[in-house]
């Protein structure tokens, strides 16, 4: 089970696409966590 969850991060990150995911991840969490206003805070 690990060895498939190395191969399938490897493989994802490896590409452009995961690498672009996890940016626009982490922005759209940050935008809701900071910019927006909310209960979050």
């Given at each position: 089970?690990?060895?498939l969850?190395?191969k399938?991060i490897?493989?994802f990150?490896?590409?452009l ?20 206003p909310g209960?979050?805070?």
């Amino acid at each position: 089970m690990i060895a498939l969850f190395k191969k399938e991060i490897n493989g994802f990150l490896g590409s452009l696409i995961g690498y672009i995911v996890i940016i626009v991840f982490l922005t759209a969490i940050g935008m809701l966590m900071w910019v927006f206003p909310g209960d979050s805070n």
